[in-house]
């Protein structure tokens, strides 16, 4: 809600949640008293972080707050610490940036308008929902806004060079090629017979489309139909498929110089589209779209120097624990890679960010989140270190946050992998299916009772002769239920197989086609109307040419990337003790208590109940 860039906490210390509802608490704790704050925890940078603002942050945890037990527990509290430990680093380090009356009443103000907020009780009322005083609530909101200001700093003072930017272009060509486009006329008309008309005075020999759409188009027919063309001029300009309805771009894309498309129908209307020139997609150079890439390795960039900040951050915050502090928590490194180490704060926050997480801890899974998750978490980040440092060697000017410089070294060592039309055709035999429009068809159903056989019988033989099909099913005591343009599968069972899996077609009326009344699996009965059947179409291979090349190179360049990767693995020297730091943060078992041994043998004695039962507990 505040505007701190949700990447950069994503990769460093895991959500930093600025956005809350009202029942929760704000990120950081509010300022009380001191008398009122309890005993002093630990320090950051000499600064005391106190009982009760400890406790409230801990609420707000998103992890601590579902109370996971054992290891789990323990992971969360580290998870926890080293968060809050960046947390209040960022606010002494931003503590003198100014902020005016105007920022502070702008962030309350949205406050107040997200939930609701324009009367002074109901300000009043969520205040104390939150437990803060008006005070406080403001005093939270400057040490945001410094924090904003502090990241934005670091963003506007990131100016890629030259360098930078030529070598993100290289990595990065297909990002800025040229759409496909076409130079155009077309006529717009409102009804298909006049459509079927234009579409043969157009189609005849020697016939001047420009002419035929100034006399009868309902959009361009100043200009001759010409789409993309300047004011006051009557030639096309390049153009893309925005520019055309769905279904009218998915035509005119297929046609190429001279071809005029039959007429289309979207929205009510009907076009005729005639392409003078087809442009395909293609390469452009770096001084055509130099802003372009300026904006978006100015953004990269940005967010590798936030990172870099707030590693330094923690780097060199000092934590001391109070003596008898009831919150302690250590940050051991569970890997090394070469001379770096990757600590436990840094794979629970990556770890922990999953959006799975919370599913499985509602589960009562928070242990098999812990198997998921950390160990895949830590590889991931050893794998990026190797390469960040394998990145080092090539000589390029990388750069961004680590994961950033990672992909692009990757990208740089597999610039040259190539495909030929050959592994591209091959590809395409061999995966038919990816290249299929599914069947479709625009499906409603009206569903009847157990006992309304009878009834449904009706309605079918109503629909069939017309009319409006809502008063029809309620004349006959049916609902309608509108499934919308579905396809195969996407439909309960029975309607399902009738649309899809049923040969031919049903008996065919002004609604659409009616289908046979049929009885569901509950006993209640279902006749649907069914009309835009469109059957399975594979699209040519010419058609997808490009997009099958991108799927065939993509496959090459990741499995060249991941041997690039392994060799580079063997070079550095990589120590995983995330199972031995695992062990030492489990809680031991406490040991059983053996139950009294009873002898049978002795008088009186009932084997089923112990000589000495245990005292209540």
């Known amino acids: 809600m505040f505007g701190i860039n949700r990447r950069v906490v994503a990769i460093i210390f895991g959500v930093l949640a600025l956005a809350f509802v009202a029942g929760s608490v704000l990120l950081f704790t509010p300022q009380g008293q001191r008398s009122t704050r309890g005993k002093t925890e630990f320090t950051v940078n000499g600064r005391p972080v106190y009982e009760l603002d400890l406790a409230r942050a801990q609420q707000s945890d998103p992890i601590l707050s579902t109370n996971p037990q054992g290891l789990l527990r323990n992971l969360a509290n580290v998870n926890f610490g080293e968060h809050f430990v960046v947390i209040n680093a960022l606010m002494q380090d931003t503590a003198r940036i100014g902020v005016s009356s105007g920022e502070l009443k702008k962030e309350l103000d949205t406050i107040k308008e997200r939930f609701g907020l324009q009367k002074k009780e109901d300000y009043d009322r969520f205040l104390a929902q939150v437990g803060y005083t008006d005070a406080q609530l403001r005093s939270e909101l400057r040490n945001q806004i410094r924090i904003n200001k502090r990241l934005e700093e670091l963003q506007k003072k990131a100016e890629p060079t030259e360098e930078e930017m030529r070598l993100y272009f290289e990595l990065n060509r297909d990002r800025y090629k040229n759409e ?343 006993g209640s009965y279902q006749v649907l109307i069914i009309n835009d059947r469109k059957a399975e179409v594979l ?13 065939v190179l993509a496959t090459r360049r990741a499995e060249a990337a991941r041997k690039w990767v392994e060799e580079a693995r063997k070079s550095i020297k990589v120590e995983n003790n995330l199972q031995k730091v695992l062990a030492s943060l489990t809680p031991k078992e406490e040991p059983k208590q053996e139950e009294p041994k009873t002898n049978s043998n002795q008088p009186g004695s009932n084997p089923s109940t112990p000589a000495n039962p245990p005292a209540n507990r």
């Open 180 to 522: 496909e486009r076409v130079q155009a006329r077309q006529i717009v008309l409102d009804d298909k017979a006049t459509a079927d008309k234009i579409y043969a005075e157009v189609s005849a020999p020697g016939a001047d489309f420009a002419a035929i759409a100034r006399a009868n188009s309902k959009l361009n027919a100043d200009q001759g139909g010409a789409l993309g063309a300047e004011a006051g001029k009557s030639e096309p300009g390049p153009v893309t498929r925005v520019v055309f309805p769905n279904a009218v771009a998915d035509a005119v894309f297929k046609l190429r110089d001279g071809q005029i498309s039959k007429p289309i129908e979207a929205g009510g209307r009907f076009y005729i589209v005639k392409v003078e020139k087809y442009l395909p997609a293609g390469d452009v150079k770096f001084e055509e779209v130099k802003d372009r890439v300026k904006e978006d390795a100015k953004r990269i960039k940005g967010q590798g120097a936030q990172e870099a900040y707030i590693e330094e951050l923690r780097a060199k915050a000092n934590v001391k624990f109070a003596e008898g502090a009831s919150f302690k928590f250590e940050n051991p490194v569970v890997a090394r890679v070469g001379e770096t180490e990757i600590k436990l704060g840094e794979v629970t926050q990556n770890a922990f960010s999953n959006p799975q997480l919370p599913q499985l801890l509602q589960q009562g899974l928070g242990e098999l989140a812990v198997q998921l998750f950390i160990p895949q978490t830590l590889e991931n980040l050893i794998t990026r270190e190797v390469i960040y440092q394998a990145a080092k060697g090539l000589g390029q000017p990388f750069f961004g946050s680590k994961a950033d410089i990672a992909n692009q070294a990757q990208l740089w060592q597999t610039r040259n992998v190539a495909v030929s039309d050959a592994d591209v055709r091959k590809f395409y035999d061999s995966n038919l299916k990816d290249f299929v429009i599914p069947a479709s068809a625009k499906v409603q159903a009206v569903n009847f009772k157990k006992e309304d056989k009878a009834k449904a019988d009706a309605f079918r033989a109503a629909a069939l002769k017309g009319g409006k099909l809502e008063d029809l099913a309620k004349a006959n005591g049916g609902t309608v239920q509108d499934f919308g343009v579905v396809n195969p599968g996407t439909m309960p069972p029975v309607p399902n197989r009738l649309v899809f899996l049923t040969r031919g077609s049903f008996p065919k009326g002004p609604l659409g086609e009616v289908s046979e009344v049929v009885k569901l699996e509950d």
């Open 539 to 551: 699209r040519p291979f010419e058609e997808v040419k490009e997009e099958a090349r991108q799927q």
